[in-house]
């Protein structure tokens, strides 16, 4: 039972173009992350949600618009889609608070954006 | 300057070698920190977890925080084929803090 599933695995898209990618963890976790992983592995935090409240907006350009309908699910929309958007795109979740190792992060499979 | 620096690699060892991976950061409020590791397509797993200065040891992996030389190290004893794979180290300021920053990764073949 995968615990952070996030779909699509592969989405492959024109410039110009709108995207989604949806994210769902069955840990019971309060907070969940999306994370961009570039050609060079660089990864870099780009949003939070705490119990469905952005705690995180890592000055992210506003094409990108997370929602979070409730604890288990964060989603991303990407509008007008450019080829700098083109990377891996991984969700995350944890438990904040409590516990010797709280805070790890739980990461999903990424799904790989390529932006033709 | 980034936050946290890690050499990316790739880093190539022949098996039973003793693998050294050093991260070195600017921020002086981190306090935890942490070792993941991804597999090719694969999301990154927690490897090792360390709060403020000292040494950590879990099987063949030992971790190492020098929080006076803003230094960490992770090494892999008797290191397997298996263990080739990215590392990423991470810190953040706090235990269940919101944003963990994550080094450039360091790229590992072990060479059967």
């Known amino acids: 039972d995968t615990a952070v599933s996030q779909t699509p695995k592969y989405l492959v898209t024109q410039m110009g173009n709108d995207k989604s990618i949806k994210c769902e963890q069955n840990?019971?976790?309060?907070?969940m992350y999306w994370y961009k992983q570039d050609s060079k592995k660089f990864l870099k935090i780009m949003f939070s949600?705490?119990?469905?409240?952005?705690?995180i907006n890592e000055t992210v350009p506003n094409r990108f618009s997370p929602k979070s309908p409730d604890k288990a699910h964060l989603n991303l929309h990407i509008n007008s889609l450019e080829l700098g958007d083109s990377a891996v795109y991984f969700c995350?979740?944890?438990?904040?608070?409590?516990?010797?190792?709280?805070?790890?992060?739980?990461f999903g499979e990424g799904s790989r954006l390529t932006v033709l | 300057q980034k936050e946290v620096e890690q050499d990316p690699g790739p880093l190539s060892v022949p098996e039973g070698a003793i693998v050294s991976l050093n991260c070195t950061y600017s921020?002086?409020?981190?306090?935890?920190f942490m070792w993941y590791r991804q597999y090719s397509r694969k999301g990154p797993e927690l490897l090792m977890y360390?709060?403020?200065?000292g040494n950590k040891e879990d099987g063949r992996f030992t971790a190492q925080v020098d929080k006076s030389s803003k230094y960490i190290s992770l090494f892999i004893r008797d290191s397997q084929p298996s263990d080739s794979a990215t590392y990423l180290c991470?810190?953040?300021?706090?235990?269940?803090?919101?944003?963990?920053?994550f080094g450039a990764g360091t790229r590992l073949f072990v060479k059967a």
């Open positions: 840990l019971g976790h309060d907070t």
């Open positions: 995350a979740s944890s438990q904040v608070g409590g516990g010797p190792n709280t805070g790890e992060l739980f």
């Open positions: 991470a810190m953040s300021e706090e235990t269940g803090g919101f944003k963990t920053i």
């Open positions: 921020n002086s409020a981190f306090q935890y």
């Open positions: 360390t709060y403020s200065s």
């Open positions: 949600y705490n119990n469905k409240e952005l705690i």
